[in-house]
């Protein structure tokens, strides 16, 4: 069907029989298991780590289309970063520039210092923050080039005070992009090697004798990269299983409708699998929306990408109040929340589940897709019910910090035995026991 023949998006009304259950049914997401996808990944990083070197090479130039006659080709020399800053336009380097020193400000306040507390007894108790020793960033390449992913995986990173950020990225056809190579050099990435896919999380994963292994992965990409960090779980922590992209819309009829149209289209770009879903207790308001999509979408780059999306996964949701919007809200619990609303501010706390908040007329989702200052790599999928955004947290380890004095040995080791010896764990109770006294003092 071609672009400019008009199509119906689809419709739910909360008062309907089985509302709820038909919502959640559009908003399931899982990583596909009935098309061999983790069967393949499983094998890619089997051998990439029996392999190494040489089973990246052929994973990479059977994929992507490459001519590489060894590994040592994968990595960039870093006088290549900075011939990529140097040749893109001024004003791509001042955006890139202004963006990094925003996301940097942001997470600057996310950091946090070690402490601990004396007790009356002088046992000593508190947390230390260490930053991880070294991670890696994934960046998607392919269709498009993502230098926003790279401020958003380095910054922190650096912030946090990693010690090595080790940054990958597809290069189909051996074709090198330069604004993501120039955002690498101004987020402080310390090596960049051009690959992708499931090999490059196995490599990150469990290293190879080119690529160091590294303590934690992040950064979005396709299924097979989802599918290989869920895997790879455990032998390296990971940001997140990322799904589709997606915005929910809260409106009441006071933003123009093409705007929300608009706001729509920006993630429904992505891909076909992204989301884009409008709530609104205006139910002419939801149909002059619908007739903004209609209108605007021939005139779009991306029109079929935008179009398969919101046909398979669009909606426009009719709900009695704004009150119910919101619970609809915190049931889908979404990557991307705009509140199209005139009072906007007022209702932002009642918001509990949401990767990331945008208040107001004026605050467009796709600013803090590039430069608001918070992270973009948010969770998906619903799972922002009980995860973060990407932040400087993720890069720090929380160490618990314990130091007995004779004394709190004593008291505590009072209290350790008592439980010990009701669990049945008689050596934990002697531990604690052999220490009762140990200044003179008479453990009876």
Known sequence: ??????????????????FLRELDALLAWDLPADDGLEQTVRAIIAEVRRRGDAALVEYTNRFDERKLRSAAELLLPKARLDEALAAIGSTEREALNEAAARIRDFHEH???????????????????????????????GGKAAYPSSVLMGAIPAQVAGVGQIIMVMPTPGGEINDLALAAARIAGVDQVYTVG?????????????????????????????ATAKRLVFGAVGIDMVAGPSEILILADGSVPPDWMAMDMFSQAE???????????????????????????????????????????????????????????VNRM?????????????SLAPQVRNAGAIFIGRHTAEVLGDYCAGPNHVLPTGAT?????PLGVYDFQKRTSLIQCSSQGADRLGRVAMTLARGEGLTAHARSAELRLGADGEDPS
């Open 1 to 18: 069907m071609a672009v400019s023949e008009k199509f119906s998006l689809r419709r739910f009304d909360s008062q309907a029989s089985g």
């Open 384 to 388: 922002a019910r009980f995860s973060s």
């Open 270 to 328: 992505h891909d076909e699998a992204a989301r884009a879903i409008l709530i609104s207790p205006d139910a002419d308001y939801l149909d002059q929306v619908e007739s903004e999509i209609q209108r605007l979408l021939p005139g779009m780059e991306r029109a079929a990408i935008i179009r398969a999306s919101l046909v398979a996964n669009g909606a426009l949701v009719h709900v009695r109040d704004l009150e119910e919007g919101l619970e609809v």
């Open 110 to 140: 996310q950091k946090q210092s070690s402490w601990s507390y004396t007790e009356a007894d002088g046992t000593v108790l508190g947390q230390q923050l260490t930053p991880l020793d070294r991670v890696g960033v994934y960046v998607p």
């Open 197 to 225: 896919g499931a090999q490059a999380v196995a490599a990150l994963a469990y290293g190879t004798q080119s690529i160091p292994r590294v303590d934690k992965v992040v950064g979005p990409g396709n299924r097979f990269v």
């Open 333 to 345: 619990a979404p990557e991307h929340l705009e509140l199209a609303l005139e009072n906007a501010e």
